[in-house]
């Protein structure tokens, strides 16, 4: 049976305690009240105990030519029900949950659960609920969470997808990419356009409420009309979702062997902006909020998983790859299969060590808070951020986007969101009170992030 | 004739004005008067021909074996004897060597150095001169051995004077040679006028393959100046292309020098080098007895010793000096204790006195250099010379760059290296500059490209500056509106166009030696370089010599480099300043971004200005990132545009990706571009690369 509803994490706790040592630095976990209100939110929160879990699926028909993630290609075979390579995964996977240790002695059940991958919708609707368990058991989980997975077209039929919501699955990303048989074929998709529409009627009739459309721009051959109707046919389906990757062109991929980004047959860097102005335009008509970089949503249903990452949030992750962030230390797990499962025997024998990506500074911080939020439509909280990081890093920012605040890149806002006009931002080398977030336009200020945030990293470490 | 001479002399450019004729010469001069109006001892660019240096080594173990069949040159001249030395004679030669320090009366002293192109062997003739005479043990010998600088090693060429003391027994009487080395580039001709000046002869040696080359009439005339008397020395006979006749031919006909006597040797085999001994006995006058005579000695060289002060190398003209004397400097009236007497045999080897005609050095615990400059005279405090010897003009560097530290910190480092190196390179001059792109740093002023390089290159190596160094550039002279008159080398001083009357450059008469097959490839190179065509003679069937006119900073770029590959390596080629000319000149500036970006402005001709606009736009339209707004790139005259290219502002730099929350590499990927923009000069919003810049120096080295 399924456990939807929380577990009290109490009903175990004096048993964990015993187990779990004080990992971390975190004192203000065992501190009076009154002394945590004094700790700055920004930098308290990347070390308050995760709320939010990925899980890492890591296998797929096939490897798609633009894909580097860690994956295992399991062949085309239609049955992977009964394959052992995946319930031998899951196994380790589950190991790992357990093997876990726990950041302290008081912890949330988790809200937001990621099943990504890979292709998560290739793993028996059995073996899903077997990692749900092991989390469920180790940290509980809220009666509400957000259970996301990532679901390819062909890889599952409307059995599966009730049996899927029946474990808890709430939130479907669907693995579309793009409408056009030939660049579907072009990029190595395992499935063709026929299955994209039964895909998205399973998950209409089983009634999936939150579910996202993902899409990728700039594909080779990928022609502005082509684009537009992608687009089209998203708004058509009418998810609550979408999500706009834009391609790219990484090294040690088939893309990367035959194509340089902004040459035939990929888009020119012209091209690839309209792209994303397309896309930012059409979707925005169609009633979607425009509300990361390449996040898009209808009022209410953005993806509170991935906000934990954009609010440097901390965040468990497990499987293959993944990368976790608890008490302000990101780890990444070994990419290949071998050293990942020696890392959790390690982890179950004690010896494996988390840590060692070392002492998070502030201004990594401030760095890490800069860049995330600056690919949301919130922005970055110029009074926290103040509060967090002093005055004088904050002015020195604002005074390095002041030609990019005139050009309207880079927009200010006060209380209410409204705009402060940029001759008002930086007045006399000192904080003007009534600004309280700073964002990137929609979409020229998005198009440039990297110039942009590269230009904050300069001011935060010179 | 010889009243022509000095109308055709620049005052400024006198880098040895020792008066003509203190003995008359011996010479017959008139089938060479076209060539002594070229005959001043400045700047001459030979930069690409020491790198030959080496080869020439391997060449020689093929030599050996053709040595006999080469031997049989016939004709005039002093033929070496087949064979080198017998063992014994080398042996009792050494043997007399070791006597050095004994006096020989002053008959019997020779002082001579040796004049020739670069790479026909001067110092390789100087080492079997030291070898043969037991100067320097074998155990000892090294090649080069006077060129002890690494860099001199290294280039196979003679940056500083060097001096050695030889005692050489010719019919059992003991000689006293004094051998001083010298350059052989006439950027360094400062440092060959001062030797000419310490001396009485000089070996003019010739390679026997190659013949008279520019370099080899410049020093020639430098010697006539000097009244020396000159024994020409055809040498590299040995190699299976000498033509040691065709050469002598060469010699009289050019130079007009009498070659019946000519020395054939081969300094690399040791042939000819007794002959050349018993020379330089025979032929090289003694000095003029003048012991008696109150003590001037004029000083030809300086260092500074961190133990002992200033150490002054000079020539004694009259009277002699001891050790404990008291001495006065006449031009700086400063006066010291000689603590220390002696000569160069090539170290420093003490003795008690020196009498006149000799060539030696002295410490006094001179503090500062200052107070015994070269060409100053020294006498006794006691007992004064009524006159000082006339002393050497200060030389007036002609090529100028900026010279800044890539590491800002390092700009005191740069000073105090500059400040060193001045010590004992006087024509090495600098001020503190300012540049927004570069820093601080230096103007330094040169004798020519070369000096350039080497002082360049010494800074970077015996003191670890790292440098950038802006396009060579000339003084201008600028007359203003207002009547004044502004000497000006950095195009961003250069007063603004409307205070401007007229602005003139300097100009170089030029000579180019060529074979007749080059003429017309290097012809239209003169042309190109605004050249004017003043003569062409040809001065044997085969070899022609072209005399142009035209302005130095043409010459500063790649003229040398040009005249070599265009005449696939046989052309050689001699310059001298021959004045200032007005010239149609405007300065071009660069804007990026509608500012003007003052490092990159350079002063070229009117009609130049599209073509080095054009390039330059184009250079920084490649090399400047773009941004995030369009950043027009122009080159203007004053408010005019003349050049234009525009950098499309960068549409999209996002990364759009699902990354699962692994934010490292993308964390990573952004600090990599933050670091780029660290490394960047901001010209207004323009973020413009440090590459950027040095790029578009070299290009304009290269255009203008």
Known sequence: MLLKSAYAPLLSSAQRLSLSTVTNSLTHQQCPQTVRQNVPVLLELPQLPPASAYVHLPFCRKRCHYCDFPIIALGSSSNHEHDPRISSYVDTLCREIRATKLPSSSFPPLETVFLGGGTPSLVPPLLVSSVLDALSAKFGLCGDAEISMEMDPGTFNAAAMKELMSLGVNRVSLGVQSFQAELLRSCGRAHGVDEIFEAVEIVKTCGVENWSVDLISSLPHQSPAMWEE??????????????????????????????????????????????????????????????????YCKSGYRCKHNSTYWKNKSFYAFGLGSASHIGGVRFSRPRRLKDYDNYVQDLENGAADTRSDGIVENKDLA???????????????????????????????????????????????????????????????????????????????????????????????? | MAAAIPELYPPKLVLSPKNLS??????????????????????????????????????????????????????????????????????????????????????NIRNFCIIAHIDHGKSTLADKLLQMTGTVETREMKEQFLDNMDLERERGITIKLQAARMRYVHNNEPYCLNLIDTPGHVDFSYEVSRSLAACEGALLVVDASQGVEAQTLANVY?????????????????LPGAEPERVCREIEEVVGLDCSDAIYCSAKEGLGITEILSAIVQKVPPPPDAAERPLRALIFDSYYDAYRGV???????????KRGDRILFMASGKDYYAD???????????????????????????????????????????????????????????????????????????????????????????????????GFGFRCGFLGLLHMEIVQERLEREYNLSLITTAPSVVYRVTCTSGDIVDCSNPSLLPEAGNRRLIEEPYVKIEMLTPKDYIGALMELAQDRRGEFKEIKFITEIRASLLYELPLAEMVGDFFDQLKSRSKGYASMEYSFIGYR???????????????????????????????????????????????????????????????????????DVLAKCYGGDITRKKKLLRKQAEGKKRMKAIGKVDVPQEAFMAVLKLEKEVL
């Open chain 1, 230 to 295: 992608s687009l089209q046919l998203t708004v058509a389906a009418g998810p609550t979702h979408v999500s706009v990757y834009d391609l790219q062109v990484e090294q040690d991929t088939k893309f990367g062997v035959l194509y340089t980004p902004g040459e035939f047959p990929l888009p020119s860097e012209n091209q690839s902006a309209d792209f994303y102005k397309m896309a930012s335009t059409m979707l925005g008509n169609a009633g979607y909020e425009h509300y990361e970089i390449s996040s």
């Open chain 2, 311 to 321: 150490i002054v190398y000079f020539r004694l003209i009259d009277g002699c000096i």
């Open chain 2, 340 to 438: 220390e007497v002696g000569f160069l045999s090539p170290n420093q080897l003490q003795v008690d006195q020196l009498n006149a005609g000799e060539v030696g050095y002295l410490s006094a615990s001179i503090r500062s250099v200052a107070d015994a400059r070269v060409g100053d005279t020294i006498t006794h405090y006691s007992r004064k010379a009524e006159e000082s010897l006339p002393g050497y003009k200060e030389v007036t560097p002609m090529v100028f760059c900026g010279l800044f530290p890539v590491d800002a910190d390092q700009f005191h480092e740069l000073r105090d290296a500059l400040e060193k190196l001045q010590l004992n390179d006087s024509a090495l001059k600098f001020e503190p500059e300012t540049s927004s792109a570069m």
């Open chain 2, 22 to 107: 203190r003995r008359s010469h011996a010479i017959n001069l008139s089938s060479c008067s076209s060539y002594f109006s070229s005959a001043k001892p400045e700047f001459q660019l030979l930069r690409r021909e020491y790198f030959s240096a080496g080869e020439f080594h391997v060449l020689h173990k093929l030599r050996r074996y053709s040595l006999k069949v080469c031997c049989r040159a016939t004709g005039a001249g002093v033929q070496p004897k087949g064979a080198p030395p017998s063992p014994a004679e080398i042996e009792s030669a050494i043997r007399a060597g070791k006597d050095r320090l004994l006096k020989v009366p002053s008959s």
């Open chain 2, 222 to 238: 430098l010697a006539l100046e000097n009244n020396l008397e000159i024994i020409p020395v055809l040498n590299k006979i040995d």
């Open chain 2, 582 to 652: 007005e010239s149609d000149l405007i300065k071009l500036d660069i804007q990026i971004n509608g500012e003007p970006v003052e490092p990159l402005s350079t002063i070229v001709h009117k009609d130049k200005a599209y073509a080095v606009g054009r390039a330059l736009t184009q250079k920084l339209k490649e090399l400047i990132p773009r941004q995030m707004f369009k950043v027009p790139i122009q080159a203007c005259i004053g408010a005019k545009v003349i050049a234009s290219e525009a950098l499309s502002a960068i549409r999209k």
């Open chain 1, 367 to 462: 760095m890490d808070v800069t860049m995330l939020s600056l690919r949301t439509s919130d922005g970055l909280d110029l009074r926290s951020f103040r509060e967090a990081f002093g005055d004088s890093i904050l002015v020195s920012i604002l005074e390095v986007y002041r030609p990019y605040l005139d050009s309207g890149l880079v927009i200010c806002l006060d209380e209410q969101r409204r705009n402060v006009a940029a001759d008002e931002v930086v007045v006399s080398s000192s904080f003007n009170e009534k600004l309280a977030y700073l964002r990137l336009s929609d979409p020229d200020g998005f198009l440039l992030s990297n110039e942009l945030i590269a230009l904050a990293f300069g001011v935060i470490s010179p």
